[in-house]
């Protein structure tokens, strides 16, 4: 039987091989039956021949051009991020904070810095350069520091991108980044009023928060965001207040007592983040740090306990897990800027600092607060077209195309991952960096290899929900779909 091969990778895995093609679509074969596909001895009635036709690996030169266009429609798909240019802007309206948190990527300053906030006249430029952006649908994170010592700059700037978008009818959205440590109610209620989100941190129990984050002005961190996340969500519901966490080596091996405080708390997510090697956990990294492996491990761990308490019941989320299998299980491609061909820095997201420096990403700038200024894409006093039709995003585009790259052009997993420019840079002072002992690399295959092995087990329950985690649905309700 002659048929014709299309393109594809593939790594082999025990007794089987995964194949991956160019729009993202994957298969398990036995490995017998895939050396037979590539030798092109599979017969036409073989079980495997139509699975491989059906998800484009192969086809026959009568349907050829067919088949080429529908996985260049698939691929566009995945691929339309870059048309959404630019959703995710984010503000630094102060490198101020009242706490002291060990890893501070950020580089914060004490209470009394005030040269470190954003002044009127550089947040109205600010807003006046995200309403240029071509995407309709707009996200304004406020970071810092803790953004909200700034209130008064906060709350007019919202206030402003509001009257703008009576014009540009755009889908707005607010999202403040928070520590929790002094909200007050009329905040809370400013927040309710204008449909402002909350973000903020909770790295695990008491002893464990407390110690990762040291506040300036309470004894404990913990029971401030105990206390202060409680009034939020009495005021925003349940899922107006979102904590992020970041794992160090106080925490990396007791994840499992960190999700239940999270389950504990009524939250139905975690997100399982590594360090990032900007500011403080650099500084702290002997006391903080751990290798790709153990992180991994720990992450395999976290992992299984997360999907045995779905399996009896529990409704809990791994947002990190969550979003490589929307990447693998969907046709979409993620807002999740270091999972992006060419790299989402600047193209999905982008930062503004204080003092009115522009950045592709949030990593750009902690670089510059550490002495790098060489991310800087301009300041909001440039026209849009300077800033993003500029050096740093055409030299970031260029350099962060999997599909182009040595080493991420043959692997199995280009489809699913990205590409980390500013990490790249930080490590090599290249911005295509060095795949072959990169920690980016290293941890996004790791994890990637161990979803395809739960992906290849064929466990019904166990695909359920992974797929109420991508739709974001309870599992019951995907449990009952499928019956």
């Not at 939020?232 to 899922?239: F, M, N, S, T």
């Not at 999740?336 to 997201?349: E, H, N, T, Y």
């Not at 060489?374 to 962060?400: A, H, P, W």
């Amino acid at each position: 039987m002659s048929y014709i091969l299309l393109p594809f990778q593939f790594k082999t895995f025990d007794n089987k091989s995964l194949l991956v093609n160019q729009a993202g679509e994957h298969l398990f074969l036995p490995l017998e039956a895939f050396n037979a596909f590539v030798k092109q001895e599979l017969q036409v009635d073989d079980r495997y021949y139509n699975k491989l036709k059906a998800k484009h690996f192969l086809t026959n030169e009568e349907e050829k051009e067919t088949v080429i266009e529908m996985l260049a429609t698939k691929l566009r798909t995945r691929k339309e991020f870059i048309m959404n240019f630019t959703s995710l802007h984010m503000i630094v309206i102060t490198l101020r904070c009242n706490c002291l948190c060990k890893y501070c990527h950020a580089s914060s300053v004490d209470l009394e810095s005030k040269n470190y906030d954003m002044d009127w006249e550089t947040a109205k430029k600010t807003m006046d350069t995200i309403f240029q952006t071509p995407s309709m649908d707009i996200k304004i994170e406020y970071q810092g520091g803790e953004p909200l010592l700034n209130w008064d700059i906060l709350k007019q700037s919202i206030l402003y991108a509001e009257f703008l978008n009576k014009i540009a009818k755009k889908k707005l959205g607010f999202v403040i980044c928070t520590n929790l440590m002094d909200i007050t109610d009329e905040q809370i209620k400013f927040c309710k009023k204008h449909n402002v989100e909350i973000s903020s941190s909770l790295d695990g129990t008491k002893d464990i928060h407390d110690c990762n984050r040291v506040s300036r002005i309470y004894d404990s961190s913990y029971e401030a965001f105990i206390n202060n996340s409680t009034r939020v969500r009495k005021v925003l519901g349940d899922d107006g207040c979102s904590p992020l966490l970041t794992i160090t080596n106080k925490n990396i091996n007791r994840l499992d007592e960190v999700i239940d405080e999270y389950a504990k708390q009524g939250y139905q997510s975690i997100f399982l983040r590594a360090l990032n090697p900007y500011g403080n956990a650099i500084k702290n990294k002997d006391s903080l740090g751990y290798s790709v492996e153990e992180y991994v491990n720990a992450y395999k761990d976290a992992l299984s306990y997360i999907i045995g308490l779905n399996r009896k019941g529990i409704c809990f989320t791994e947002c990190f897990t969550a979003l490589f299998l929307s990447r693998i299980l969907t046709p979409f491609s993620t807002g999740f800027v270091d999972l992006q061909s060419p790299s989402g820095a600047g193209i999905s997201g982008t930062i503004y600092n204080y003092d009115g420096k522009v950045y592709p990403a949030d990593e750009g700038r902690m670089l510059a607060r550490m002495g790098d200024d060489f991310f800087c894409m301009g300041t909001v006093n440039n026209t849009y077209d300077e800033l993003f039709n500029g050096k740093v995003i055409r030299d970031i585009v260029f350099n962060s195309c999997v599909e182009n790259m040595p080493v991420c052009s043959e692997c199995v997993y280009q489809q699913y991952c990205g590409a980390d420019v500013i990490r790249n840079y930080l490590e090599t002072k290249d911005l295509m960096g060095y795949r072959l002992n990169n920690d980016f690399c290293k941890k996004n295959k790791l994890i990637l290899d161990y979803i395809f092995e739960l992906l290849s087990k064929d466990d019904e329950q166990m695909l359920d929900i992974f797929w109420a985690w991508i739709t974001r649905r309870p599992y019951k309700a995907v449990q009952l779909e499928q019956n």
